[in-house]
């Protein structure tokens, strides 16, 4: 994930800052507990399109 774009992006919902997580290829939004998929380098900041983190 390249560094300058996840400076910029953040939460669609609460617009925090965003955690990448490499391993999962997924945007972490922890105040909303979602994890927003990275699908072929792209970043999909779709609500419906998110995973629901657990507690």
């Not at 996840?6 to 669609?12: R, S």
């Not at 617009?15 to 997924?26: G, I, R, Y």
């Amino acid at each position: 994930m390249d560094k300058r774009l996840l400076d910029i992006l953040v939460c669609p919902i609460c617009k925090s800052t965003l955690q990448h997580d490499a391993e999962k290829n997924e945007l972490i939004c922890k105040a909303d507990k979602l994890a927003f998929p990275i699908k072929d380098g792209i970043p999909v900041m779709l609500v419906a399109e998110a995973r629901t983190l657990n507690a």
